[in-house]
């Protein structure tokens, strides 16, 4: 003779409601003891499968996402980075540039944030159901390349038009060959209008012909990516020389301003800005988005 309980228990298995098979008697204790409404009970019972669902859901997605680490806005420190308006980055949080297809652009040195930030917003998309994708420029190059020669393309080219959000991380900290600068022509033409593009670089867009090689691609790159975008330039230091700072493995600011000796902190060096090459169009907006 098997009991009521056992019998629910067996129900729920059949039909796959882990969640509640697990709680199960937590739950029937807690509703002998707070009597609630039949209907409240049922919330009860199936909301704690729905969350853990929709908590698996959201790892599956994140997973899916390709993040090299996830970080989320609130662990990011707003106050070491004063170069960051606040407003704009609330703006980017409410998720409005995915739906109207536009682009985000991170320009700054090293360590400043700009991954973080990326993530932290590719996060938030995908925690509101829309899809993201992230990967570095040069595996996106060294990937489609393959595609490319394999002739598949256009099939693989697919897994980086679907989701709502791409971020394209780190262009510009390796040149592109030409097969990888057309390619990535042509991704960013094919998302024009589509789906958005968050991008970090640490090249100023006057020095994007010395990316892509050859100053006209690098102009109809730029031309496509910034019609539709928000350009948020940081120029402070790197957050991980503030931890080596405090360790002692770095000078203060005050004496490598005053020219110390070089450190170990190679990523402090803030870039410097050329203004090689002629961008057209772009030249101005480039100027204006120098750091
Ligand atoms: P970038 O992409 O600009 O080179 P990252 O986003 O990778 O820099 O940041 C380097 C590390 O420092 C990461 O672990 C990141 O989470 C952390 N970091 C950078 N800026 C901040 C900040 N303002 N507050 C908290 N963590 C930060
Ligand atoms: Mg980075």
């Known amino acids: 003779m098997t009991t009521p309980v056992e019998r629910l228990q067996a129900a729920l298995e059949t039909l796959g409601l882990k969640a509640v098979e697990a709680r199960l008697e937590n739950l029937l204790e807690e509703a002998a003891k707070k009597e609630p409404s ?62 109207d297809a536009s682009n985000v652009i991170f320009l700054g040195p090293p360590g400043v944030g700009k991954t973080h930030l990326s993530i932290a917003l590719a996060e938030a998309a995908i925690r509101s159901g829309l899809g993201a994708y992230f990967i570095t420029a040069h595996d996106l190059a060294g990937d ?105 493995l770095v000078p203060p600011r005050a004496q490598e301003a005053a020219g110390a000796p070089p450190s170990l902190a190679t990523d402090s060096v803030p870039p410097r800005t050329r203004h090689k090459t002629a961008l057209g169009s772009t030249a101005s907006a480039a100027k204006e988005a120098s750091f």
């Open 38 to 99: 039949y209907a409240d009970f049922l919330q009860d019972l199936l909301s704690c499968e729905v969350e853990v669902r929709r908590t698996r859901y959201l790892r599956a997605r994140l997973q899916l996402a390709h993040f090299p680490f996830v970080k989320t806005f609130e662990q990011f420190d707003f106050g070491f980075q004063p170069s960051i308006d606040e407003r704009q980055i609330r703006e980017l949080r409410s998720l409005r540039f995915i739906h």
């Open 144 to 248: 489609l390349g393959r595609a490319y020669r394999e002739g598949r393309l256009d099939r693989r080219m697919r897994v980086y038009l679907a989701p709502k959000l791409l971020v394209i991380d780190e262009v510009g900290y390796l040149p592109l060959d030409d097969l990888g600068t057309t390619i990535f022509f042509q991704l960013v033409s094919a998302r024009y209008e589509r789906g958005s593009i968050i991008l970090t670089s640490n090249k100023s867009y006057a020095d994007w012909g010395s990316i892509f090689g050859d100053s006209i691609i690098a102009t109809a790159i730029l031309d496509r990516l910034l019609h539709h975008s928000t350009t948020i330039n940081i120029r402070g230091e790197s957050y991980r020389l503030k931890d080596r700072r405090k360790a002692g």
